[in-house]
């Protein structure tokens, strides 16, 4: 082999694996951007779904009386679908910084583009763990808010509020857990990425 075909080869090789940098770079951003904005489209319909259903209970709201019903019906019915839709909005509206702020741009890293797909996931599902969780707690302050009205029957009054306090340390829990999925679950990424590449680095 001559010199000018060994330096063909080599020139070769070098564009395949810089055409290579930038298809993964050209992909990379874009599909993380897609998964950003798929979770927001996803708190969207579930706040639309849940908001459906009451479209006529608010309608006969004004009907309601006494005002502390009407507060405690508006809790139970608009807590959730207001608060997934301001996540919808955040995740469709931020999807290209977020994306950016994950696979910074010119970044190549297997395993840095590995924990983004991760968080996008993760992300998904803390919406639909967030969206179990926020009508439930909606429920709960509804039902504090009727028990502590004065012609709510006393005898009831003490045994039902510890139940409905108990119902919101859970489902506060669950939607802790929901909010750290949302954000991606770092901590849990991390460990996941370096484990696995750990294990890859000791099976080479």
């Not at 992909?27 to 951007?33: E, V």
């Amino acid at each position: 082999m001559d010199i000018e075909t060994h330096f063909s080869q080599e020139l070769e090789l070098h564009d395949e694996s810089f055409c290579m940098t930038n298809n993964q770079d050209s992909i990379a951003l874009p599909l993380i951007r897609f998964g950003f904005i798929s979770a927001g489209i996803l708190a969207l319909y579930i706040s639309i779904a849940d908001f459906i259903p009451n479209i006529v209970g608010l309608s006969m709201l004004a009907l309601l009386e006494p005002v502390p019903d009407q507060i405690s019906f508006l809790v139970s019915v608009a807590i959730a679908p207001c608060i997934l839709l301001f996540l919808a909005y955040k995740l469709i509206r931020n999807s290209d910084q977020l994306a950016r702020k994950l696979v910074p741009e010119g970044s190549n890293d297997v395993s840095t583009i590995e924990a983004a797909i991760y968080r996008v996931i993760l992300t998904a599902c803390g919406v639909v763990v967030l969206s179990w969780a926020l009508p439930q707690i909606g429920q709960v302050l509804s039902n504090i808010i009727v028990t502590q009205q004065e012609d709510y029957p006393p005898e009831f009054r003490g045994m039902l509020t510890e139940s409905n306090w108990g119902g919101i340390v859970y489902f506060c829990i669950q939607s802790a857990i929901g909010a750290y999925l949302i954000w991606g679950a770092p901590h849990l990424v991390k460990w996941q990425v370096d484990r696995a590449h750990g294990e890859a680095g000791e099976t080479e």
